[in-house]
Every structure is written in structure tokens, then in C-alpha cells.
């Protein structure tokens, strides 16, 4: 059964600042992997995609890596805005399905100004 | 383009009651999957429709069901509400049966 992981639960940085979320999932039989927002209260906005071929995605400030063998993705993000306070998910497909996917339970980013 | 539209955004039930939630998704799109979040976790899959067919169900009771209109919308239906049952419901949808998900706001249920 897949188990994905998210280290550290909480996280609060000062603006302007460089960080790294870590995710780990038990099962590397993995195509791809998903990185999602939830502001509060909110749905689930997806952040980028890796596919199981690439190492890693970019979009702006975001940079998500992937290592299958280790069973480690990386989400970071660079010169962090009060803006980018939300908790951040890491999802996995299970089955070799796209639609059912397996979370962890989120990072809580807190940015301040 | 509109994008996953889901009805009501909050709602309160007694326990043992039932509850249907609804779910429109983007234009285009012909599958549903519904997910459970409870406060403080991940989101856990429900189940996903497809061409108005289950095609497949997470570790939930047979008080969960669902069903897909020809408008490719959806309805879940929740019987015998239990307090545990009080989460974000969220409705995700794609161009097809595996495409990547497409995630609405969701509905807070809460059981009283």
C-alpha cells in the first residue's frame, strides 16, 4: 500500500526567504507525481507535475524535483511572498491509476512579512 | 472557461441523515472523482466515474454512492450521516478516465 510523507507538518519563514518541502512515498512504481495549494477552507490548485522520465519541473519561483529510487520529491521555492502562505500537498497515483491518487498530509507554509 | 463548479459550498446535517453533494465539471471533461478530506489530512479517494460507470472505489462504506449524468455532472450521496463523516468533500475531473485531475473548492459537511 503506498504511504506518501510530508516533512516538516509546519513550516514558517520570513519573506524573502528560500525553502524546501520534502515528500517520501513508499511505493517507487510510481509515473508521476503531483504537487498541489490549498489555501484554506479552498480546493486543490495544481503546482506541477513530474512525470516518472523527468527529474524535474519548473514554473516561476517553484522547482519540484523526483527521485524514484530514493522515493524523495522536492518542492522548493525561491524569495517566498506572504502571498505563498497555504498548505502544500504531495500526491502520488496509486494503481498505476491518474484518478486515484494518494496525499500526504500537507506542509503548512506560513510566510511573514 | 468555468471550472469545476460544485454545490452547496457548506452544509449541516444531523446525524443519521443523508446528503447529496454535487459536482459540475469542466467542459470537456468526462470523469468525476470524488475525494474525502478531514480537517488536518490528505485527501482520500472516494471513488471515480467514468462514462457514468464506477471504475473504482476507495476503502469506503456502502453508505457512499454516487451516479454520472449524460452531462457528464455528478451527485454523491452519503446515508446514515455518522459525526466522522464531517470533512471537505472534493470533486476532481478530467478530459478522461486517466488524465490529470482538475480539483473544484469542495463541500464542508458538517454532522452535528
Known amino acids: 500500500k503506498q504511504e506518501v510523507t510530508q516533512i516538516p507538518a509546519a513550516l514558517s519563514v520570513p519573506e524573502g526567504e528560500n525553502l524546501v518541502l520534502n515528500c517520501s512515498f513508499t511505493d517507487s512504481a510510481i509515473y508521476n507525481l503531483q504537487w498541489f495549494r490549498q489555501d484554506p477552507g479552498k480546493g486543490l490548485t495544481s503546482l506541477l507535475l513530474?512525470?516518472?522520465?523527468?527529474r524535474e519541473q519548473t514554473s516561476g519561483r517553484l522547482n519540484a524535483s523526483l527521485d524514484k529510487s530514493s522515493g524523495r520529491s522536492t518542492l522548493y521555492i525561491a524569495a517566498s511572498q506572504p502571498g505563498d502562505s497555504a498548505t502544500y500537498l504531495c500526491?502520488?497515483?496509486?494503481?498505476?491509476?491518474?484518478?486515484?491518487?494518494?496525499f500526504g498530509k500537507g506542509t503548512l507554509l506560513t510566510v511573514n512579512p | 472557461d468555468a471550472g469545476v463548479t460544485q454545490s452547496p459550498t457548506h452544509l449541516i446535517k444531523t446525524r443519521g441523515q443523508q446528503v447529496t453533494l454535487r459536482c459540475s465539471p469542466i467542459?470537456?471533461?468526462?470523469?468525476v472523482s470524488w475525494y474525502q478530506q478531514v480537517l488536518g489530512q490528505g485527501p482520500q479517494f472516494i471513488f471515480q466515474?467514468?462514462?457514468?460507470?464506477?471504475?473504482g472505489r476507495g476503502n469506503f462504506p456502502d453508505r457512499f454512492s454516487a451516479r454520472q449524468f449524460p452531462n457528464y455532472s455528478s451527485e454523491l450521496n452519503v446515508n446514515a450521516l455518522l459525526l466522522g463523516d464531517s470533512a471537505l468533500y472534493l470533486c476532481?475531473?478530467?478530459?478522461?478516465?486517466?488524465?490529470?485531475?482538475?480539483f473544484g473548492n469542495g463541500t464542508r459537511l458538517t454532522v452535528t
Open positions: 467542459s470537456g471533461h468526462k470523469s
Open positions: 466515474y467514468y462514462e457514468k460507470e464506477e471504475r
Open positions: 513530474i512525470q516518472s522520465s523527468q
Open positions: 476532481a475531473t478530467g478530459e478522461n478516465g486517466d488524465s490529470p485531475l482538475h
Open positions: 500526491a502520488v497515483p496509486s494503481g498505476g491509476s491518474n484518478y486515484k491518487l494518494t
